[in-house]
Structure formats: structure tokens, C-alpha cells
């Protein structure tokens, strides 16, 4: 990394000259969580002191009457607790690192889902029943969704969704297929909101405390406890408790407004993952459905061929060569 890295530092402290105009340079960091904190020097996302950019403990999420912000400074970086190593990016300072709307929307889909999933368990209504209506209700909404189990397995796996089809269940599935009515009608309201929350979050323009408070309302109703119902000794259920909260809902919740005011000028959305993810997709999709994965022509590497194939088509792409080829003429020589 070395050579990059004093390139980068390079940059940011003498900018680029290029026809005698110096460039000025502004540098900023995004990634999924993972790749973030391996490049801070951080602990990972499910130790004590789990967030980038405060200093919040698990222990602090269950009373959520603090107002967290981004605290830590990169100039004493080590002396927080849980940066063990040094991060490789020291140049850019901690509020250029930004946080991915794409991954806060999958993972924060993911726990919705999973919290749905684990309450069909605990009442034991997880049978093959509610799996065909989930499939079946997942099919109504054009979402291709399967459960299956491991040979010597009991635990039941289903197919990882795409983001646009977390996006799909997340407005459209009808939970009232799975659950009790009342049930289905709060857990839908808490999926709505959230779904306009993270709409929000990709404008451009959205009024940072408006966000703010939205998002923190969302908390509210996320941890919605117990209630008693007057005269009566039937208790109305709640929603989720503290330790349900993820550090993707911290970051939504506490630090997303803090961006989208610093960052205004270009929108939290300007820094998301979504076009590598997108890229990353495809090229997966080469590897398995078009390359020789190594075993082709003297073995050449997987890796080559990608490029190869990959240089080829930006040289169609910038050179505009027509790619469809003419059909080859017929002659007849007698
Ligand atoms: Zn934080």
C-alpha cells in the first residue's frame, strides 16, 4: 500500500500540476462497513465499541437518550478505544469517511427480515405452511425466493436477495399473510416508514434535521415496548428491544444527518457503493457464466481473462466500433 498511500498524501498536501494549473485536492473514503473498519484499524462491527465515529459502547444503546455525534478526531485515533491498528488513510480526515446508503439499506433490511423470521420461530409457526406463503407472497410481488436445508442441517436457509429486491419486500409484501392482522399492520408501519426514511436519505436537497428527527422517530417506534391495555389484563406487544439495534440503525439514526449536512453540496447518494456493487455483480457474473475460470487455453488466469475482456469492451466502447460484424460475402469462384 505504501506507494499509494504517499501518493495520496502527495496529493492532498501539494495537489496536481497540470499546465500550470495546480489541482486542489479533497479526498473522501466509502465502503461497506467491513472494508472501512479493516482500513481504520478498527475492531469489528459486533465488539463493545463498535462505531467509526463516536465513541458509544453496546452497553450505551439501551437507553437511547443520548444524542451521539461524530466525536472522534483521525489526529488521535489510537487513543480511542477499540483502534488497534493504525488506518491506513490517516490523510483523510473522519468525517470524509462516509458512511454507504446501499449497505444501510441492505443490512438494515436484512434485520427486519430476520426479526420477522425469528418471531414466526418463537411462537412456532415456522412450519411448511408459512414457508409456501411466504414463497408464494414473495412470487405475488415478483421476487424469485426459496427456503432449503444442508444435507445434515436443521436450520432452514433462503436465498439472499438483491437490493432492488429488498427494496421490493420492503414495500410490497403483505405480511398479513404470516401474521395476525394487528401484528401485520405495525410491523408494515415501522417497513413503510423505514422505506421513506431511506428514500429521504438519497435526496439531494432533504433538510438534514428533518432527516434528524424522522430517523430518531423511526428509533421510537423500532423500540416500541410492552403495553398494558387499560382494564384489562391482556398485554399488547410491543416492538423490538435495544439489543435489536445494529450498528447500520446506529449510523442511520445518529450520524447520517451530521453527512448530509456536512456533505450537502453533493448529497450523501454521490458516495455510494452502488455502481462498484453493480460492477462487482457483473463481473461475477462473467466468471461464472463466461469465462473458462481458469481452465481454458494454457490455463491462463481467470483474472486475465476478465481484463481482457474488460479491455476489450472499452475499447468498443471509446473507439465507437460498430460491434455487431457484417455478415461475411459469398463468393463463388469458378
Ligand atoms: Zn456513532
Not at 418471531?119 to 414473495?138: A, G, H, T
Request: aromatic residues 14%.
Amino acid at each position: 500500500m505504501s506507494p499509494f498511500i504517499q501518493e495520496l498524501n502527495d496529493l492532498k498536501n501539494y495537489g496536481l500540476k497540470i499546465n500550470n494549473i495546480i489541482w486542489k485536492f479533497e479526498l473522501y473514503f466509502s465502503s461497506d462497513w467491513k472494508f472501512l473498519s479493516i482500513c481504520l484499524g478498527f475492531n469489528a462491527a459486533n465488539s463493545n465499541y463498535f462505531c467509526p465515529w463516536c465513541q458509544i459502547s453496546k452497553h450505551d444503546q439501551v437507553n437511547n437518550q443520548t444524542n451521539w455525534k461524530i466525536s472522534k478526531k483521525m489526529e488521535k485515533i489510537n487513543e480511542y478505544p477499540g483502534h488497534s491498528k493504525k488506518p491506513l488513510f490517516n490523510m483523510i480526515s473522519l468525517d470524509h469517511w462516509i458512511p454507504d446508503e446501499l449497505h444501510i439499506m441492505l443490512r438494515i433490511f436484512d434485520r427486519l427480515w430476520s426479526l420477522v423470521l425469528s418471531e414466526l420461530k418463537d411462537v412456532d409457526q415456522f412450519d411448511n405452511v408459512c414457508r409456501n406463503e411466504i414463497v408464494k407472497e414473495m412470487n405475488r410481488i415478483g421476487v424469485r425466493f426459496q427456503f432449503w436445508k444442508e444435507n445434515g442441517s436443521n436450520t432452514w436457509n433462503y436465498t439472499s436477495l438483491m437490493g432492488n429486491d429488498k427494496l421490493k419486500v420492503l414495500k410490497d409484501f403483505n405480511l398479513g399473510q404470516i401474521l395476525p392482522p394487528l401484528r401485520a399492520k405495525k410491523i408494515r408501519e415501522l417497513w413503510d416508514r423505514f422505506n421513506l426514511i431511506y428514500s429521504n436519505l438519497k435526496l439531494k436537497d432533504y433538510d438534514p434535521h428533518q432527516f434528524q428527527f424522522e430517523a430518531e422517530d423511526w428509533l421510537g417506534l423500532f423500540l416500541t415496548p410492552d403495553r398494558v391495555i387499560p382494564n384489562s389484563n391482556r398485554i399488547e406487544k410491543g416492538l423490538y428491544s435495544p439489543s435489536a439495534i445494529t450498528p447500520y440503525i446506529h449510523v442511520l439514526v445518529y450520524h447520517i444527518s451530521e453527512f448530509m449536512e456536512i456533505h450537502k453540496q453533493w448529497g450523501v447518494k454521490a458516495f455510494s457503493c452502488a455502481p462498484v456493487e453493480k460492477k462487482n455483480h457483473q463481473q461475477v457474473t462473467y466468471f461464472f457464466r463466461q469465462s473458462f475460470k481458469g481452465r481454458g487455453s494454457k490455463h491462463k488466469s481467470v483474472i486475465k481473462e476478465i481484463l481482457e475482456y474488460e479491455s476489450r469492451s472499452l475499447f468498443y466502447l471509446f473507439d465507437d466500433v460498430v460491434t455487431s460484424t457484417p455478415k461475411p460475402k459469398k463468393l463463388n469462384i469458378f
